[in-house]
């Protein structure tokens, strides 16, 4: 069994900052390409940042120059690094990661999500 479990989020007035966890657990041989995605009410799963096994990055630009996605592969742990956020960025944030398993499988899953609300 893998399982993701996001933290971190909260209530921060604008032009605050939070940092968002996804920690992975279970039978993990290795875990590959990670993304960050936000839902906010009546809109669909957007992508915000995503990494790759060897560290590159891309980011929605929304959130470009603000936002930072990082990993600690000893953990098994992805980061979201939330600068100047505005309340347009009040959302829902869930990770998802590919991984491979300890028995040679290969799943993408979800975390449960965390509630970031940005408002004074």
């Known amino acids: 069994q893998v399982q993701l479990v996001e933290s971190g989020g909260g209530l921060v007035q604008p032009g605050g900052s939070l940092r968002l966890s996804c920690a992975a657990s279970?039978?993990?041989?290795?875990?590959?390409?990670v993304g960050w995605y936000r839902q906010a009410p009546g809109k669909q799963r957007d992508l915000v940042a995503h990494?790759?096994?060897?560290?590159?990055?891309n980011y929605a630009d929304s959130v470009k120059g603000r936002f930072t996605i990082s990993r600690d592969n000893a953990k098994n742990t992805v980061y979201l690094q939330m600068s100047s956020l505005k309340p347009e960025d009040t959302a829902v944030y869930y990770c998802?990661?590919?991984?491979?398993?300890?028995?040679?499988?290969?799943?993408?899953?979800w975390g449960q999500g965390t509630q970031v609300t940005v408002s004074s």
């Open positions: 990494i790759t096994s060897g560290g590159s990055t």
């Open positions: 998802n990661a590919d991984i491979r398993t300890t028995g040679r499988s290969y799943l993408s899953i």
């Open positions: 279970g039978s993990i041989f290795s875990i590959n390409a």
